[in-house]
């Protein structure tokens, strides 16, 4: 497991600390993040329903059963963790034959697939009113990119996007919309290109 140091924002003393991004934390280990993880979404979720305010689009997410499904597929994955103190979120990147470029002028290209990507629940403005820390979206998109440059792809990522992360890829990603996909619940479709 290779573990490179990144920096996250901490809203309790308004600094940056020091983390830690685990590539490759093995499905053990992401398996027990998300059990940690639904015992504090079960009771947000609970909380936040009772009071009328609104949950997270991913708050049914599974990883075991994801990464399950990746294991039937026999489908290129490559998971990775973000930690400072306890998990602060995971992410899961595919590659492979079937995940190519769309934007014009680079369709057909390699590129990597941002599958998934999770902030702990602490981290996550829908379960709780304050949260813990921040920029772990941000480390997982470069991590992407890094990713894809080591497999040599140029830095090209796509993915599909949950409608309410969609201002965060068009504007802190920088990423093109190629828009609704009609074909994955019409998630509006981004993609990074070379640069």
């Keep these: ?18 983390a830690e991004m685990l590539e490759d934390p093995g499905d053990a280990y992401i398996e027990t993040v998300d059990a940690l993880w639904s015992v504090y979404k079960r009771r947000a979720l609970r909380e936040r329903r009772a ?3 609104p949950v997270p689009e991913h708050s049914h997410w599974n990883w075991k059963l994801k990464l399950e499904q990746e294991r039937l597929e026999n ?4 998971c990775f963790a973000i930690v400072h103190n306890e998990p602060q979120g995971l ?5 492979g034959s079937e995940y190519v470029c769309r934007y014009a002028g680079q369709q057909g290209k390699p590129l ?26 941000t480390e997982f998109y470069k991590m992407a990119i890094r990713f ?8 090209r990522v796509g993915l ?14 920088q990423m ?3 828009g609704q996909d009609p074909k994955y619940d019409n998630l509006v479709y981004f993609e990074s290109i070379e640069k």
Excluded at 75 to 78: F, V
Excluded at 112 to 135: F, H, Q
């Design 91 to 95: 992410m899961m990147l595919k590659y």
């Design 176 to 178: 093109i919309s190629l």
């Design 160 to 173: 599909h996007s949950l409608p309410g992360a969609e201002g965060f890829y068009a504007n802190t990603c």
């Design 1 to 18: 497991m290779r573990v490179t140091k990144i920096q996250i924002f901490d809203w309790r003393t308004h600094s940056s600390v020091q």
């Design 112 to 137: 990597v697939y941002l599958a998934y990507v999770e902030s702990a629940p602490w981290n996550v403005k829908e379960y709780s009113d304050t949260i813990c820390y921040s920029g772990i979206g």
């Design 148 to 155: 894809s440059r080591l497999l040599g792809f140029a830095g």
């Design 75 to 78: 489908s290129l994955y490559k």
């Design 51 to 53: 009071a009328g305010k």
